[in-house]
């Protein structure tokens, strides 16, 4: 799987790791397929709570399905057709999960494909927390994040920097803004490759402090924090 390998070692390099997570993931699962055709690696995590289980398996085994039922099919590339998922975690509070999912794949081309998405959990109640569970006021969420980005991504990405890009991946614009996860601190955004750069920058992440985003009134529950007197 060396497509997928360099494309995951690349997307390491590329975006920060997080903190190790607290000890309430119960163990890593492996979804493993393979023949002459395809070569599929999808990891996810086991958290003990059956709700969360439950979805994440679910997610986890429609990945391999849809991924298998595409291109077990298609001509021969001389390669297998490969896909390889890897996850991090971090919790900002006992309460919540955010997973970080890296899929890399290899389809024919010059490249691969590289794909980062999230998923955040309320630990308690089982249910997905989306961006508009974060923040009450989300239009002014939306840009305090791109102003802060637009500043943050265009010191950071030295050479590969590129107005226009730049600016449209990270206008205010939900879409823009829907891989995250929150942290101790506060929320990271992941920008996908292309989206704010070239493909050469590779996927990037800001860091964006809770203290930060106050306007947007977060709800800070999800950081184990009691609310602001109005």
């Known amino acids: 799987m060396r497509f997928v390998v360099s494309l995951l070692l690349?997307?390491?390099l590329a975006l920060p790791a997080f903190a190790a997570d607290a000890p309430s993931l119960v163990h890593d699962a492996l979804i493993s397929r393979e023949?002459?055709?395809v070569h599929i690696r999808v990891h996810y995590p086991v958290t003990g709570n059956a709700r969360v289980d439950a979805d994440v398996a679910a997610?986890?085994?429609?990945v391999v399905d849809t991924f298998q039922s595409t291109y077990g099919e298609?001509?021969?590339l001389g390669v297998p057709y490969e896909l390889e998922t890897t996850y991090s975690t971090t919790r900002p509070s006992p309460s919540v999960l955010s997973i970080v999912w890296?899929?890399?794949?290899?389809?024919?081309?010059?490249?691969?494909n590289l794909e980062i998405s999230t998923t955040t959990y309320d630990m308690q109640s089982g249910t997905l927390i989306d961006l508009y569970d974060v923040f009450a006021d989300l239009d002014a969420a939306l840009s305090d994040m791109s102003a802060f980005c637009t500043r943050k991504l265009s010191r950071t990405l030295g050479?590969?920097?590129?107005?226009?890009?730049?600016e449209g991946g990270t206008a205010p614009e939900a879409d823009n803004f829907s891989s995250f996860a929150l942290t101790p601190a506060g929320i990271r955004i992941f920008f996908q490759p292309y989206q704010v750069a070239p493909w050469a920058a590779g996927p990037q992440a800001v860091d964006i402090p809770l203290d930060a985003?106050?306007?947007a009134r977060p709800r800070l529950s999800?950081?184990?924090?009691a609310a602001r007197p109005e």
């Open 10 to 12: 690349c997307c390491a």
């Open 35 to 37: 023949n002459g055709k």
């Open 59 to 62: 997610w986890a085994r429609q």
């Open 74 to 76: 298609e001509p021969d």
């Open 102 to 112: 890296k899929t890399a794949s290899y389809t024919g081309g010059a490249h691969g």
């Open 159 to 166: 050479d590969m920097y590129n107005k226009d890009m730049l």
């Open 213 to 215: 985003l106050t306007d």
């Open 222 to 225: 999800l950081w184990g924090k």
